[in-house]
């Protein structure tokens, strides 16, 4: 009987291993494949049956996609983008977040109901109201048509909202009554207490601003304005079919993603615990 | 620094949660306020910190009208009952906090949290942060950075209520030798009324909003000014009974507790302390019918009359369930209350 148990559980974590390897290969093969086609010479490429590693790394490749359309004016692009958003969505949301949870005013409620409410419209409704406000303002073709839309998020706003909401009140009390005005608590209790939210939101944030496709190709015309993404899209179809610079330029699109989330995983791990508090 | 309260009200809609409260507190006094929770005895404390801005009334430090005053202007210092410590900052930066904010040099502010630190004994958990603090000695680095910036009063919300069983005996002995060292007034709000009585100079007793009794603790015990406060002192509970007299002699259903009052006839409501019986063979017989074993007393149920009683007696004594006590009461123990069941006198 007990021996029949432990094959039982020795077979469990087999499967469990199992099961898990196989959904990392899933997610990892499509990687593993673009970075090696991304080093292999198009005979290669189209070899049957195709070879998982190329015999000599082509790291010309590289070279060569990044000299084919202009990448450096796209990764600039793209990083100024990215850069502005993000800090802007940081502002505004621990702004409006410390309103919400910590200030009164007349209609706050209200106002953020409205918040809420405009995360049940979809995203594509807004994409054609704000083309539109953006053609009005004739920013077409200009950072600020790619970074104005971008830098405040309800979601993000209701995220750190319900965070701050968990800070005790004592807190602001006992900061009030140590002479700390509401910028200072803000700033010096409030946003190192939610530092782990605050990153989650500014890598969600990177994330998506990065890969952001639809709305830069819709403001920009000019090859100087273009993104990385929308840059590697053009490239698809001006480069026609050398599938392995294409690869070559996604490598160079996802890279610097892999790098900041890695770089800032360690930040979101190392938390603020808030057992420091009682009751 | 003395304090005065005057007529202090406040309202939440219809609720009076103060009700033209009354209080002074001498310099360097200890005033626990106390009372079941809601009789608003937090409301006052956190009036006093001018967190919460009174409908009513005055309250002056000294001969200075601070109703008015900000929190951070008032100097005062103030204990939360979760202590309120920032949970990301060491408990250097902790303490140090109130003078920074007031624009103190870093290194004088360091210098001054160490004194204070060994004041509360916690110098040597400077560079940790809260997380690795037992409860107690949070408690200590909550009371070190309020007093850091050494205010003229100090208050505490229930400062003992989040520590276990033993940890309060001793905290709340460590509260009265910090006070009695930096010699500060003192008011903290308690529903413990061992707490409050233990290291208090005064005790306030509120119900409702209303102050009851303001008075030393040993005096509040003996001469309660009415039945609430009776009530709420003393573990075991106060015996309520009704007794009739009738030419100076107290009886209750029949067994006669006291002859020679002097008492106008009639029927009263009184109240009998557990530990005011006394064995004595010609008293009144009880039947106990349960016992409870408390350590240094026994704590024997049992009836005068129709009125459930709870008599204390010494713990070495042999007695049974269904065995028969004759007991009497101590001289001046019967606390007689009029139909307002405000304070006659003890008979």
Excluded at chain 1, 49 to 56: R, S
Excluded at chain 1, 161 to 185: G, H, I, W
Excluded at chain 2, 288 to 309: A, E, Q
Excluded at chain 2, 324 to 335: Q, T
């Amino acid at each position: 009987m007990k021996s029949n148990r432990k094959i039982a559980n020795i077979i469990a974590e087999v499967l469990k291993y199992v099961i898990l390897i196989a959904g990392s290969v899933f997610t990892i093969l499509p990687f593993v494949w673009m970075i090696s086609s991304s080093l292999k010479t198009p005979a290669e490429l189209v070899q049957v049956p195709p070879a998982l590693f190329p015999e000599v790394p082509q790291w010309l490749n590289y070279k060569s996609a990044w000299e084919a359309a202009p990448f450096a004016r796209y990764l600039v692009n793209t990083i100024i983008v990215t850069i502005c958003t993000t800090a802007g969505v940081l502002v505004t949301t621990v702004l409006s977040a410390f309103a919400f949870s910590r200030l009164n005013f007349p209609g706050k409620k209200t106002v953020f109901s409205l918040f809420l409410a405009t995360l049940m419209i979809p995203g594509e409704m807004l994409i054609i109201t704000n083309y539109e406000t953006i053609i009005k303002l004739k920013w077409i073709d200009s950072y600020r048509a790619m970074i104005v839309p971008w830098i405040s998020s309800a979601f993000y706003i209701y995220l750190l909202t319900r965070f701050f909401m968990q800070v005790p009140e004592s807190l602001y009390l006992a900061a009030k009554v140590d002479k700390c005005s509401d910028f200072k608590y803000m700033i010096k209790i409030m946003v190192p207490m939610n530092k782990q939210a605050i990153f989650s939101i500014a890598i969600l944030n990177i994330i998506s601003s990065w890969n952001a496709f639809l709305w830069p190709l819709l403001v920009t015309n000019s090859q100087e304005m273009r993104v990385l993404s929308n840059g590697l899209v053009r490239f698809q179809t001006e480069a026609g079919s050398s599938t392995e610079l294409i690869m070559a330029a996604s490598c160079i699109l996802v890279m610097p993603i892999i790098i900041i989330y890695l770089f800032l995983r360690k930040y979101i791990i190392e938390g603020v615990t808030r057992s420091g508090l009682k009751g | 620094m003395d304090i005065r309260i005057e007529n202090l009200t406040k309202t939440y809609g219809n609720l009076n949660a103060v009700d033209h409260m009354n209080l002074s507190i001498n310099d360097g006094e200890l005033v626990g306020l106390l009372g079941p929770s809601g009789c608003g005895k937090s409301t006052t404390l956190f009036m006093l910190s001018g967190l919460t801005t009174p409908t009513e009334g005055k309250i002056y430090f000294g001969d200075k009208d601070v109703t008015s005053i900000p929190p951070e202007d008032r100097e005062i210092g103030l204990v939360f009952q979760n202590y309120a410590l920032y949970p990301h900052m060491t408990v250097e930066d902790n303490i140090t906090f109130p003078l920074i904010n007031r624009g103190m040099k870093k290194a004088q502010a360091r210098e001054e949290a160490f004194e204070i630190a060994k004041v509360v004994k916690i110098e040597q958990y400077m560079k940790r942060r809260p997380s690795e603090l037992s409860g107690g000695q949070q408690q200590r680095v909550a009371i070190a950075r309020a007093l850091v910036k050494k205010p003229q009063v100090l208050l505490l919300d229930e400062p003992l209520s989040n520590l276990d069983a033993k940890l309060r005996v001793a905290t709340r002995e460590e509260i009265r030798r910090i006070q009695q060292e930096v010699k500060i007034t003192t008011i903290f709000v308690t529903h413990d009324q061992e707490e409050a009585m233990s290291i208090s100079d005064r005790i306030a007793v509120m119900k409702e909003g209303v102050l009851q009794q303001y008075e030393v603790p040993q005096t509040m015990y003996l001469n309660p000014a009415n039945t609430f406060v009776a009530n709420f002192l003393g573990m075991p509970e106060i015996n309520n009974i009704e007794i009739d007299v009738k030419g100076g002699v107290i009886s209750a259903d029949g067994n006669i507790l006291r002859k020679g009052a002097s008492l106008a006839d009639g029927h009263y409501k009184a109240g009998i302390r557990p530990e005011s019986f006394y064995v004595d063979e010609n008293g009144a017989a009880l039947e106990v019918s349960n016992i409870r074993m408390t350590g240094r007393d026994l704590l024997l149920f049992t009836k005068l009359g129709s009125t459930d009683v709870r008599v204390l007696v010494h713990s070495y004594m042999q007695i049974g369930v269904g065995d028969k006590l004759g007991v009497s009461v101590r001289d001046e123990h019967i606390l007689v209350f009029d139909d307002k069941e405000v304070l006659i006198g003890r008979f």
